[in-house]
């Protein structure tokens, strides 16, 4: 039979047969080997009937048919990643994000550098004149950048003839281009394979 809900009894109360079926028997937590037993056992189940199914162990409710009460997914530890702190194995599960980590400013003397696969997303400062090489094995994917801090004078962005430079109007293999002012930051990103756009105050050539 359905559960009846919940009753207050009273001292001197009979408890009648269907008393104990309603409100104690089927709604209480049946415990059953598995579905099968379950089956056997409940020939009619009714709504609101919980039952515990030791093969699975789920706990579940019937309503139109036996559904788990909650269903928790298989996510069972949160892990802090690159530039990412906290984490968790349970409850509420927090991750901050360290900014610094994950876009990191490199300051270069350097007259001549070539980008590498590594540097997408950090910011480079160059602090002399120079030339910046973006080449194959920059390899950046599409989306994936590096910004250019020019705090040197007459700082150059050039292609090894490998790659696509376009920028100010100007696209090809054998393009550079040259960074308006002292300070000017410009970004290098990557638009395809081995296909850059060069964002910024920059003259091609």
Do not use: H, K
Request: glycine share 14%; charged share 10%; aromatic share 8%.
């Amino acid at each position: 039979m359905a559960g009846l809900g919940r009753r207050v009894w009273s001292a001197g109360d009979v408890v009648a047969a269907a008393d104990v079926q309603g409100y104690l028997q089927d709604q209480s937590v049946m415990v059953f080997a598995d579905s099968t037993a379950r089956t056997e056992a409940i020939e009619t189940p009714t709504q609101g009937m919980v039952s515990y199914l030791q093969d699975t162990s789920t706990l579940q409710v019937y309503g139109t048919a036996w559904a788990d009460v909650s269903s928790p997914g298989d996510i069972t530890a949160v892990t802090a990643g690159t530039a990412l702190t906290g984490g968790g194995t349970s409850g509420d599960v927090t991750l901050n994000y360290d900014f610094t980590t994950a876009n990191p400013l490199t300051s270069s003397t350097a007259t001549a550098y070539t980008v590498a696969s590594s540097d997408a997303g950090s910011y480079l400062q160059f602090t002399a004149a120079g030339t910046v090489t973006i080449s194959t094995a920059t390899a950046f994917t599409a989306g994936q950048q590096v910004q250019i801090l020019a705090d040197g004078t007459a700082l150059t962005i050039a292609g090894d003839g490998g790659v696509t430079l376009a920028g100010a109007g100007t696209a090809g293999t054998a393009v550079s281009f040259t960074v308006g002012n002292q300070y000017e930051a410009v970004a290098i990103v990557g638009v395809g394979s081995d296909a850059y756009r060069i964002i910024g105050n920059v003259t091609g050539a």
